[in-house]
């Protein structure tokens, strides 16, 4: 029943006029609502958790988390939970200026990301004491005055509470977002407001119209949006978080409104005592009834929980009368079927609307007691995994994909916004599972980044045609071409230090030898165009000098043009070109069975990109990322093994990522190296799998249940687990069938290889709108 005082208002009611919000206490910070009766509030935005992929014991540990918050709210605040499903436009500005193909499958791909839908929670606290002094005076003062009880008891419950629930990360808001979401709610939509000091004409952009015959109410006159409520006439006994869980995933928009206010113990005791009596004199009174009493009274007690006067509604708007009663649809048959019992309001409209503003929190209706654990259930904070906005790379997220609930995930391999963090990534999936185009999409997505560098070790030439239809750099190892040359590396200390290790492993020698720093120094004194020198015409440089010394010349032999790797390292220019061209693959399959010369090489490749990616003349370091497909077979080179461990460990340093591919994590883990690396990565993608090793994905990934099992029974060939190394994990939709025929650039296939082939050399100038046909 509403207080005596309430009258129904005009049809038609500017916001101002009923609005108990005079102003903001001038702290400084903005932070703090005036009420009309000297009462405060302050608001904070809960970031919330996403729950897809914790297990029993973590999801657990959070409710009881929320319940040692909540309880501890003094009976003299009231809290005002705001959970909202919102609608956002999602628009796209990233360009892609030195890759037309990139650019295309970009503008492509997001067009299935016109809009989302995604969810924000508010903690509104009110005191209910007031201060002692009118609201003119708060208003006005400009000395803080700790003196007022009201606000000494805000800001202690504040700092509580923020404390008790940092999981879900508490932000107070000021100024401008402060004012933005108090005029959100009051005008239907959100609403980016800046804070003015003239504060009564800020909250009145719109006319709101309740027609007491009508089940629902409208905002904005002619340019509608219309707005009813769910009530709840009964709450079900056993209450979860499973119901909240599942009416935060609709694709339309919605509020969840939950608004307590704890009683003291002793208030407590003497309610539940009144109703434990009158429950004895019910016929069906039984003895279940009568430990189900003692138990809550017990735990009140011994402060396990608290009991709170409680009110809970639904509010459901949408653009058509038509839209909105399908979506009151939706929402009631699924909170029906959780055991609670509602209602469609009519009366209560316009009281519910009101209460839900600081200072009229009393017009609540339909208000219950409840524990702090059932509210615990009622508001859990639950948001499904949006990504992050940028990345170290630049002001971007690599690209976006739709969650299991629908929702749009930003996703970035770094693992926090902040510069230089780590974004080292493993991906897992069995052959044709797609693991490869994937990874071939994300890199194409990640040219948005225009001063990346993209260096990938390549097997069974699956990244050909991404490589080239993208403007990359495809080396093969397996024709009479020559490729790289160590020697054309300026000559500087660095340089030749490097050189003379790089000849020291191919000559086989366990000690330094100082004749190699001399051949060195007197090639670069002899041939000083960079075109004409190389090991194989400065080969005589490291002739012994008396029998006594090493024939660094012999031994160098198989690595001059009349050996059988000298096409390797004696080109007249080095095909290593890192800053023309934005990708280079290596295509492994012909060094894997050389393991000596695969080392060698592979030395040479790292130390270019170690060069590539050191700051020059006070710049940052250049971004880069670096793949190996197959990495367990790669690991089975020492050299490479070596230089992996090096990477992972150093690169984050220099803004670089590594991602490694492997067909199964056991695979990886039951490599020495690859074991002891795992801490160093930001993240793991893993593809459905039935055969993975249960424990290797418990005891080395640090999977649960539930990601283990979607691992191995989920059986969605289109989607993946991506799992933050210790943290969340969200499942994610990576079907690309959108591409249509760009889809063919990250395509693995012989066949279409041979035509990409086949097409280079009878049309060089057209050929990938050819091979797009």
């Known amino acids: ?195 003015s000091d003239i504060f009564g004409n800020l909250l009145g952009g719109c006319d709101l119209v309740f027609d007491r015959e009508k089940n629902y109410h409208s905002f904005d006159g002619n340019k509608q949006i219309f707005s009813a409520w769910i009530g709840i006439k009964s709450y079900e006994d056993n209450t979860t978080q499973k119901m909240i869980d599942e009416l935060m995933k609709f694709q339309f928009e919605f509020s969840l409104y939950c608004q307590f206010q704890n009683l003291t113990s002793e208030k407590a005791l003497f309610i539940l005592d009144d109703k434990h009596r009158t429950a004895q004199s019910w016929l069906r009174y039984s003895e279940d009834n009568e430990i189900e009493f003692n138990e809550i009274i017990q735990r009140i007690q011994n402060k396990e929980v608290s009991l709170a006067f409680t009110g809970f509604a639904i509010q459901v708007k949408a653009k058509s009368l038509i839209e909105l009663e399908a979506n009151i649809e939706e929402i009631s048959t699924l909170v029906d079927f959780y055991g609670f019992r509602t209602i469609r309001e009519k009366t209560n409209i316009e009281p519910l609307f009101w209460s839900l503003t600081a200072g009229l929190e009393h017009l609540m209706v339909r208000k219950r007691y409840l524990t702090s654990e059932n509210i615990s259930d009622l508001a859990n904070f639950s948001t499904v995994g949006e990504g992050l906005e940028r990345c170290s790379w630049g002001n971007n997220y690599v690209t976006q994909f739709l969650t299991s609930s629908n929702t749009i995930y930003r996703f970035c391999f770094h693992n926090s916004e902040n510069d230089k963090a780590l974004g080292h990534t493993l991906i897992f999936g069995a052959s044709n599972s797609g693991k490869t185009t994937l990874i071939n999409f994300l890199m194409s997505q990640a040219l948005r980044f225009e001063k990346l560098r993209i260096i990938s070790f390549d097997r069974l030439q699956g990244q050909k045609i991404f490589t080239l239809t993208h403007g990359g750099n495809y080396t093969t190892f397996s024709d009479d071409n020559e490729f790289l040359n160590p020697f054309s590396l300026p000559g500087t200390r660095e340089n030749k230090t490097f050189l003379s290790s790089l000849i020291s492993d191919m000559a086989e020698l366990e000690e330094n030898n100082h004749n190699i720093d001399t051949a060195i120094d007197l090639i670069y004194s002899r041939l000083t165009k960079e075109s004409e020198r190389n090991l194989d015409s400065g080969i005589t440089a490291f002739a012994p000098m008396s029998d006594k010394e090493v024939a660094l010349d012999k031994l160098l032999l198989p690595f001059t043009k009349k050996g059988k790797w000298g096409n390797y390292l004696n080109a007249k220019k080095d095909s290593l070109d890192f800053e023309a ?95 002891s690396i795992l801490g160093s990565f930001a993240n793991f993608i893993f593809y459905p799998d039935p055969l993975a090793d249960r424990d290797t994905l418990s005891k080395d990934f640090q999977l649960n249940d539930n990601e283990i099992n979607w691992i191995k029974n989920s059986g969605e060939t289109r989607k993946i687990l991506f799992k933050r190394n210790g943290g969340e994990s969200v499942i994610l939709n990576v079907d690309l069938i959108t591409l249509e025929e760009h889809l063919k650039c990250f395509n693995s296939s012989n066949t279409e290889k041979i035509r990409l082939e086949n097409l280079i050399r009878s049309n060089p100038n057209n050929w990938i709108k050819e091979f797009l046909k």
Not at 1 to 27: A, S
Not at 588 to 611: A, C, H, Q, V, W
Not at 626 to 655: C, G, M, Q, W, Y
């Open 1 to 195: 029943m509403l207080l005596k005082w309430w009258k129904p208002l005009p049809m038609e009611q500017k916001i101002e006029d009923m609005l108990q919000i005079v102003g903001v206490l001038p702290n400084g910070d903005k932070d703090t609502l005036i009420l009309k009766s000297g009462h405060l509030a302050v608001v904070y935005e809960i970031l919330g958790k996403d729950y897809t992929g914790l297990d029993d014991n973590q999801i657990i540990q959070l409710h009881s988390i929320r319940n040692e918050a909540f309880k501890h709210l003094p009976s003299n605040v009231i809290a005002t939970i705001h959970s909202k499903r919102i609608r956002e436009t999602i628009e796209d500005s990233y360009a892609f200026s030195d890759v037309k193909v990139a650019k295309e499958i970009n503008e492509k791909w997001n067009k299935k990301f016109q809009h989302s839908f995604k969810n924000r929670h508010f903690l509104v606290l009110t005191t209910t004491n007031s201060s002692m002094i009118n609201e003119l005076a708060l208003l006005h003062s400009n000395k803080e005055d700790k003196g007022f009880r009201a606000k000494s008891i805000l800001e202690e419950t504040s700092r509580d509470i923020k404390n008790r629930l940092r999981e879900y990360r508490a932000i107070r808001l000021q100024g401008n977002s402060l004012i933005s979401f108090i005029s959100s709610y009051l005008n239907g939509k959100e609403v980016h407001q800046k804070y």
């Open 581 to 675: 061209s934005r990708i280079t693959a290596f295509d492994m399959d012909t060094l894997i069975s050389e393991p000596k010369l695969l080392g060698i090489i592979l030395n040479y490749i790292f130390y270019r990109i170690k060069l590539l990616a050191l700051p020059k003349d006070g710049e940052e370091p250049k971004p880069h990322l670096i793949f190996a497909d197959e990495l367990p077979n790669l690991l089975e080179s020492d050299i490479f093994a070596k230089r992996v461990k090096e990477t992972v460990l150093e690169h984050r340093k220099l803004d670089g990522v590594f991602i490694g591919a492997s067909q199964t994590p056991q695979a990886l883990t039951n490599h020495s190296i690859g074991k």
